[in-house]
């Protein structure tokens, strides 16, 4: 397409000026890996808008932004490269436009799989049972049963890895197409370890530029409940499981049960760090965002909010006679959430974790030759910022 | 209006001063003549202070003592520079880091493309704007009021006693009656009829690197109302760049790496000086001076296919083709002139072994002006080329001050509340040359005490 052309040679150009200024190589990995780079293509710029974590640190360290001519913009450069690699990556293709872009698309899915729950229920039950109160034991599988729920999350999570994966693998070779050296397992720690503690999510402890040009480290901390939230949760699924498929003590469990206390923590942790990047997204400087990503972004909060609403609703209500429309519909989110997963931000985690093992190797290597004995004909030329 | 010290400028001297006085308990208003994206003068654009390090710190690599320190400002000034000066600002850059750090600024540890200078050099994490946005979210927070957009108009001086302003903010003019005030604008590298006084119609074809708005009015002002004058009236640091670069602040970016891997003609055709004399970054500073006295004041890097990835190429594609006689004519060279230049440096050349990380052995012989080193035949096609203008850095006009920062008058007396920091002072340290990182500790440390002398000065007084 004509505009994705525009934009990636833009993205080109930006790097060349930045490559040339090397002023940011402090704040973050995008900068050190620019700097072992002398040309770009469309691969290392897609590489480059992933391993970019949007902190805004380096718009506001740059004097070429606009309204200087060299209109530089890292942070929203990025944001529409990663947006272009979220569609171009998935599969199908068309259903990343149709799903991820709006939240309307998780709306719909939300919508369908709840009322396809119902219609199960009124199809295999007695319509009048849907407002009795059930309590106990196996109460979750008094209208669904169990082996109806395991088979639809699991086809369902089958589907969102499958997707990820198809993504993964195409992007993983999209980015390593000119690289001939192994990654090797250190460099999946260096990786794993920046990704957990979400180092470029924050200028190297100065923290990003969360609203505007002051430092803050909000948004790091409200990810992480988000995604330590997000893992508690699985923490919990996956010890549901076992207590009811190997200890054969089936659901719901008592408020002080490891599992309940687990999803509780996940799920309040969720709540905060939703509404907070919700309300920082809508403080945040318009100048370093795309419209356009920061509504996929949003909508990929605004589900995950859903989810973990509507989950501690029925944790709260689950005594009541409520419980099963409750259950009904927590159900259809998460459904629609998983469905959905592969299109919308969701994904962001797969490609820049991949970004990051990029990273952490091409880091490896840099170091290992410039500690080399031997000087080698080495891509990165040698020191080049004027010094005033 | 009415203010405890009024600081005229909004870069890193000015900010230093105002923050000083500020912590010395003055009341203090900055006037900024740029607008607020703009703030910070050539301050946005720079990378590092230079400091004497004795005790070590977690951002810089090894010791660096004063007379180290001073040693290298006399090296580069050919030994003329005010020692006694010199020296008072070496040993209070000691302290920089620190209390910098404290005033916002953070620190960027020594990574692969500043390890050379990790010694003497401490680098803004971020650069020069992040350095300048820290400054004035500090000065917010302590209650300095900054106006953006106002520029010194002129002054009501009473004998050595600085009385009011006449300040234009915007489209109004307020009068700002401050009892001291401290300048540090800046020289008048970005005023071309000024230029064009020493240099003729050749002004017009200089590229400014840095702020549009350092236009010397204030520094003119001070002359005109009996301040001393120091440093070269003609006299700027200029550098090799780009000759695509925008007419003002294009910055670091427009710099030009490709001179010693090739020749450099002028607008006839014909070489000029020794293209490979030394490194780069030891040879690029007088390469802007070289050009301002060429032709049009304009260069051509001439380099063939062998040379592309050896150096990092310009933000702007150079001009390609497959024979010399194409390349000249794309040039707008005489392409009989250029073919000339380029078959007699190819025959000079002598064999050697071409490397760029050292002074290599590959040198013309009979050649006039020589090439020294990296001289390689030019004969692999496409041949290449980037166009070169002289980028003026800085100037070194200013007003002459004593070791508190105060203004010395014409007739040798001290002005009483008047005091000066930052590149119009420059003069008084370094009357020529320039040492990496010294352009900010000189502003910063000058500052620093400019802001202290005059919250002191005013405390004083009101005692009386």
């Given amino acids: 397409m004509e505009s994705d052309k525009n934009l990636f040679d833009d993205g080109k150009r930006q790097m060349r000026l930045c490559n040339a200024c090397r002023y940011c190589e402090g704040y973050c990995a995008v900068w050190q890996a620019i700097e072992w780079r002398r040309d770009f293509d469309d691969h290392d710029m897609t590489y480059l808008a992933n391993l970019c974590h949007d902190c805004g640190d380096c718009y506001y360290a740059c004097p070429f932004t606009t309204p200087h001519q060299f209109g530089i913009n890292p942070p929203k450069l990025f944001a529409q490269l990663r947006e272009k690699t979220y569609q171009k990556y998935t ?121 505007d040009e002051e430092p803050a480290t909000n948004r790091r901390w409200l990810h992480h409940f988000v995604g330590y939230g997000f893992l508690l949760t699985f923490a919990s699924t996956s010890l549901a499981a076992f207590y009811a498929h190997i200890l054969h003590i089936p659901a719901p469990y008592p408020v002080f049960h490891p599992v309940v206390i687990l999803g509780t923590l996940g799920g309040v942790g969720m709540i905060i760090g939703t509404t907070g990047l919700l309300y920082l997204k809508l403080k945040r400087d318009p100048d370093l965002t795309d419209e356009k990503a920061s509504k996929s972004g949003a909508s990929f909060i605004m589900a995950l909010w859903t989810v973990n609403v509507t989950g501690m609703l029925l944790l709260i209500f689950r005594e009541t006679a409520a419980m099963n429309s409750l259950l009904v519909i927590h159900l259809g989110s998460v459904a629609a959430f998983f469905f959905t997963a592969p299109y919308t931000k969701f994904v962001h985690f797969v490609y820049r974790y991949l970004a990051l093992v990029n990273y952490a190797n091409e880091e490896r290597l840099a170091k290992e030759e410039e500690t080399a004995p031997t000087v080698k004909n080495k891509p990165k030329t040698a020191a080049h910022h004027k010094a005033n | 209006m009415e203010t405890d010290v009024l600081v005229v400028g909004g870069g890193n001297a000015a900010l230093c001063a105002a923050l000083s006085a500020r912590d010395h308990g003055a009341r203090v208003l900055v006037i900024e003549r740029a607008p607020k994206f703009y703030r910070g003068g050539n301050s946005r654009h720079t990378r590092d202070f230079r400091v004497m390090n004795i005790k070590g710190n977690d951002f810089m690599i090894g010791r660096y003592t004063e007379d180290e320190f001073v040693d290298d400002l006399k090296r580069v000034a050919g030994g003329e520079i005010n020692e006694d000066l010199a020296r008072l600002i070496v040993r209070e850059s000691e302290t920089l880091p620190e209390w910098l750090g404290k005033q916002g600024v953070s620190w960027q540890p020594a990574l692969s493309g500043t390890l050379h200078l990790a010694r003497t050099n401490i680098f803004q994490l971020g650069g020069g704007k992040a350095m300048m946005n820290a400054y004035y979210r500090t000065a917010q927070k302590k209650g300095i009021e900054v106006w953006y957009e106002s520029m010194l108009e002129d002054m009501e001086i009473e004998g050595n006693e600085f009385k009011a302003a006449r300040v234009r903010k915007k489209d109004s003019v307020v009068t700002v009656k401050a009892k001291a005030i401290i300048v540090a604008s800046g020289g008048f590298e970005a005023n071309r009829e000024w230029h064009r006084k020493y240099w003729g119609s050749a002004a017009d074809n200089f590229i ?118 194409g390349l000249a004519e794309q040039l707008g060279l005489d392409s009989d002139a250029v073919e000339k230049t380029v078959k007699e440096f190819n025959e000079a050349t002598r064999p050697g072994t071409f490397n760029p990380a050292e002074l290599d052995d590959c040198r013309t012989e009979g050649l006039k002006p020589p090439k020294s080193h990296w001289a390689v035949k030019i004969d692999q096609p496409p041949y290449y080329a980037y166009p070169l203008k002289a980028g003026i850095t800085f100037t070194y006009l200013g007003v002459k001050v004593n070791e508190h920062a105060r203004m010395i008058m014409e007739d040798g007396s001290l002005a009483k509340n008047m005091f000066a920091s930052g590149e119009i002072t420059a003069g008084n340290v370094l009357k020529r040359g320039y040492l990496a990182g010294f352009g900010l500790t000189l502003g910063a440390t000058l500052g620093r005490i400019a802001g202290r002398e005059a919250a002191n000065g005013i405390r004083q007084e009101s005692v009386r």
């Fill in chain 1, 91 to 211: 599969w199908p293709v068309a259903w990343g436009k149709a799903l991820g872009e709006k939240i309307s698309g998780f709306w719909i899915a939300f919508l369908l799989a709840t009322l396809l729950f119902f219609g199960f229920i009124f199809a295999t039950n007695d319509p009048a049972s849907v407002w009795q109160k059930y309590t106990g034991e196996g109460s979750f599988y008094a209208l669904i049963p169990e082996y109806f729920m395991i088979g639809v999350f699991s086809a369902l999570g089958l589907w969102m890895i499958g997707v990820w994966l198809i993504g993964a693998r195409k992007f993983w070779r999209d980015i390593r197409s000119s690289k001939n050296e192994k990654v090797m397992f250190q460099d999946i720690v260096t990786a794993t370890k920046y990704a957990m503690s979400l180092r470029y999510l924050g200028g190297e402890g100065e923290g990003c530029a969360d609203t």
């Fill in chain 2, 208 to 325: 400014i690197r840095g702020t549009p708005y350092n236009q010397g009015n204030v520094l003119k002002l001070l002359l005109d109302y009996g301040v001393a004058r120091v440093g070269e009236p003609d006299a700027f640091h200029a550098v090799a760049v780009d000759g695509r670069a925008p007419e003002n602040d294009g910055g670091i970016v427009t710099r030009l790496d490709s001179v010693p891997f090739g020749i450099v003609v002028n607008k006839d055709g014909q070489r000029f000086y020794d293209e490979g004399e030394d490194f780069w970054p030891k040879r690029y500073a007088i390469w802007g001076g070289l050009i301002a006295r060429q032709p049009d004041q304009i260069a051509f890097s001439i380099f063939d296919s062998k040379m592309i990835g050896k150096f990092m190429p310009s933000v702007w594609d150079p001009v390609s083709a497959d024979t010399i006689k």
